[in-house]
């Protein structure tokens, strides 16, 4: 599921602990524009509830007005386990399927619990693999899928929300490529420390400390509500406060600096000992809360190194060019860029159970004949996994291990409990869908199809809603009879496709009828008559009798009816 399909527009939403955020971004060409910022804040009195960020998800869905454009949101790293790791593999699949292995003993869950993704760093010699891995429970992306589905956001990707600080990072500061850097993103709930050294993302750190520890302190300190300290926070008071109120206001910020400042310098010294050249040369600030007054010379003073906040390329078109904005969006914009194809960190969680289902929409959205694309899609996954099997039946290893991975996806309800029992099932499927593969003489169904919904006028509407085969032929149908020199016969092949939709009047209503008796696969149309339908139009259904025919060779041919 690392695979993306990348679209020229692209839509990122962060769920965060206070707000959901969103970034509408378009490519044309090369050049990237961003069309919007979007806020929304999460109704709360004290932790965020479930029905809380719904709300907030809802209102956010409404003013996106969601159309083509891909959608990619992320999980928190809090919600996350992340190791750098060291593999002997340089192949990404044997990677993939090792990994989890080597995950296991990291984990506060069963493996089979968790989904886990890799970002491939591409600085272990060679013959290896150094990777920075990211494992996340079933459970807590299931959630968040459920959260954004009642707002009616679907998205193509689940990503991890440091992956797109990096990548916004990187995408902002293309000197990044060549030197070596630090993102701090602030949020209201955590902070993140990102490493990026020559254009590669080599470690990540979360800690525990974000603008609502500030929030709690000046609450504390200055004996107020939860949300008048929210509004002293970001400095939104009367002018009439008191000096003595400011001061306490600055000594509640100053003891959540104190803690926050030794877990960055530790973080650092982990992080430079990783660097080859010993040192960075730029500290970015990111995150919602990157923007709190004396912040950026705390940390330089505690971190001696120079800072800045995050800011939008001059080059980019932006809806807003305020520093503050862009930085506070910097996990939605990252994410917006994924959906682009222009961040260079990605990882996907939409996986197995929770596998994409807009495209498929999409997909039918804009086909005539839909009745027969499941099963084609069935039957596609079938033989695939057959043509799979065949592959690796020299080493039952892998072949073990294609089963058990395929059993999820194609039985899902049957509960196989052993490779016989999966063998069984596709045995099954394969008896199920031999008659779609082929009618006769290389003809199959979706040939049949294809060649109906061509010869229907555009303004006629009509859908196949049924399809029935049978192996015997009925009398009253014309037909080719061919013998065999053996006296040998196959069986005889025929199938009805009900047809219906909507005419403009009772006479292209009768064209229409004549158009379907002149197709070459149909031996006989019976008409069901028509009925009255909105605007004027008719609603038309049609039977329509496939011609049978036997496909052995013969010497000598007769026509019979």
């Known amino acids: 599921m690392r695979e993306l399909t990348v679209s020229n527009k692209a839509i990122g939403i962060d769920v965060g602990s206070r707000s959901v955020k969103a970034v509408v971004a378009a490519k044309r060409g090369s050049s990237v524009s961003i069309k919007s910022f979007i806020e929304v804040p999460i109704p709360r009195d004290g932790a965020p509830q479930p029905q809380q960020v719904a709300l907030a998800l809802e209102e956010l869905g409404k003013r996106l007005k969601i159309g083509s454009e891909i959608v990619v949101t992320s999980v928190s790293t809090q919600q996350t386990t992340v190791r750098n790791l060291e593999i002997p593999f340089s192949d990404a699949e044997k990677a993939r399927q090792i990994l989890k292995f080597q995950t296991e003993p990291y984990l506060a869950f069963p493996i089979e619990e968790v989904i886990i993704d890799f970002y491939d760093t591409q600085t272990a010699p060679e013959g290896k693999m150094k990777v920075l891995l990211t494992a996340v429970h079933k459970g807590v992306i299931e959630n968040h899928l459920n959260l954004l589905a009642q707002a009616g956001i679907d998205p193509e990707v689940v990503d991890a929300d440091f992956m797109a600080v990096a990548s916004a ?53 200055v004996g107020v509500s ?116 222009q961040a260079p960190f990605f990882q996907n969680f939409r996986q197995e159970e929770h596998a994409y289902a807009r495209p498929l929409r999409r997909l039918r959205k804009h086909l005539i004949v839909t009745a027969a694309l499941p099963v084609l899609i069935a039957g596609l996954l079938v033989f695939s996994l057959f043509a799979s099997i065949e592959r690796h039946t020299s080493n039952k290893g892998d072949l073990n291990y294609e089963i058990q991975k395929r059993r999820r996806t194609i039985f899902l309800g049957k509960n196989p409990k052993s490779n016989a029992d999966v063998r069984k099932l596709l045995e099954e499927e394969k008896n199920t869908l031999t008659p779609f593969r082929e009618l006769r003489g290389g003809i199959s169904v979706l040939q049949v199809l294809e060649d109906i919904s061509a010869k229907v006028p555009k303004e006629m509407t009509a859908e196949t809603s049924l399809f029935n085969y049978t192996k015997s032929r009925p009398s009253d149908l014309p037909t080719t009879v061919q013998r065999r020199p053996t006296g040998q016969t196959t069986p005889t092949w025929d199938a009805t496709v009900t047809l219906k939709g909507t005419a403009p009047s009772v006479a292209d209503h009768v064209r229409l ?28 259904e049609y039977i329509l009798r496939l011609k049978a025919s036997r496909s052995a060779p013969s010497t000598r041919k007769e026509t019979g009816s």
């Open 513 to 540: 009828k004549e158009i379907l008796e002149e197709l070459k696969y149909v031996a006989l149309v019976e008409d069901k008559g028509t009925t009255e339908a909105a605007s004027g139009r008719v609603n038309v």
């Open 226 to 341: 939860y949300e008048e300290a929210e509004q002293l926070k970001t400095r939104k008071r009367d002018a009439s406060a008191s000096p003595d109120a400011a001061e306490k206001v600055s000594q509640a910020i100053g003891s959540v600096f104190e803690r926050l400042g030794p877990e960055l310098d530790r973080t650092i010294r982990s992080f430079s000992s990783q660097a080859k050249g010993g040192s960075f040369n730029r500290v970015l600030l990111s995150g919602g809360s990157a923007t709190l007054n004396g912040l950026d010379r705390f940390l330089s003073e505690s971190l001696s190194a120079k800072v800045s906040l995050l800011s939008c390329p001059a080059s980019v078109k932006a809806e807003s060019a305020d520093p503050a904005s862009f930085a506070r969006f910097a996990t939605a914009l990252g994410l917006a860029l994924r959906g682009l194809g």
């Open 169 to 221: 990072a990187l995408w902002a500061e293309p000197q990044l490529a060549e030197e070596s850097g630090i993102v701090i993103d602030i949020g209201d709930s955590k902070t993140i420390a990102c490493y990026i050294e020559r254009g590669k993302l080599l470690a990540v750190r979360s800690l525990p400390i974000g603008g609502e520890d500030i929030t709690g302190a000046i609450a504390q300190h």
